[in-house]
Every structure is written in C-alpha cells, then in structure tokens.
C-alpha cells in the first residue's frame, strides 16, 4: 500500500507562481514511477507530469510543457511540481499518484489504487 498527501495549493494571479509537493509513505518509494493529474470542474481528471523512478526521465502535457517542472526526492519521499507562468486555464484540483506504468517520455498510465486526496489550485485572472 502507497499513502499520497498533497500539500501546496492555493490562490495565485495568473502569471503567478506556486510548488505543489505530494508525500509518499507505505512502500519503498524510489521503486516507482510518480504522475501528477489535475481535474477541473466539470471536466475529466488529466495528465499533468510525470517523473520515472529514479528521476531522470520526466514527461509533461502539452499545455503546461515549459512552464511547470516535475522533480523528486527519493531521500524524503517526496515528488514536487513547481508551477510558473500560470493560467486561469489551470485552475483545478491535483492529484498525485503513484506506481503507475511510466513509458519514458511517451506516456503514464495511473494506478488506481494509489490517489491522494488532492489539492485545490486556483489562478485568478
């Protein structure tokens, strides 16, 4: 079993800046890949980022490619995602999952077992 917490959400203007971080407690946490997803209103959940294992491979959606950075710390159990240049567009719940199947640079499907339990972003125009 994985436990996901998500902390760092909040209210930004747009152009604004913030650091999502999602930390993960059960198993060994530097054997698995991590996602973050986002779901707005009345929307799907989507695919945000994702970081490989060990960290050295990352993959992002193309509408938050170049503005937000998917990293982890394998040491404190942590995966961050650090959100710059942001859009009312983003406002949204996020997610982090873990242990999903990561094919590098191409895709992350998520593992529905392991969710936390989200936290709130919104961008203010």
């Known amino acids: 079993q994985v436990q996901l917490v998500e902390s760092g959400g909040g209210l930004v203007q747009a152009g604004g800046s913030l650091r999502l971080s999602c930390a993960a407690s059960g198993r060994t946490f530097s054997s698995f890949a991590m996602g973050w997803f986002r779901q707005a209103p009345g929307k799907e959940r989507e695919f945000v980022a994702a970081?490989?294992?060990?960290?050295?491979?990352?993959y992002y959606a193309d509408s938050v490619k170049g503005r937000f950075t998917i990293s982890r710390d394998n040491a404190k159990n942590t995966v961050d995602l650090q959100m710059n240049n942001l859009e009312p567009e983003d406002t949204a719940v996020y997610y982090c999952?873990?242990?999903?199947?990561?094919?590098?640079?191409?895709?992350?499907?998520?593992?529905?077992?392991?969710w936390g339990q989200g936290t709130q972003v919104t961008v203010s125009s």
């Open positions: 970081i490989s294992w060990s960290g050295s491979s990352t």
């Open positions: 999952n873990a242990d999903g199947t990561y094919y590098s640079g191409s895709h992350y499907y998520p593992k529905n077992d392991y």
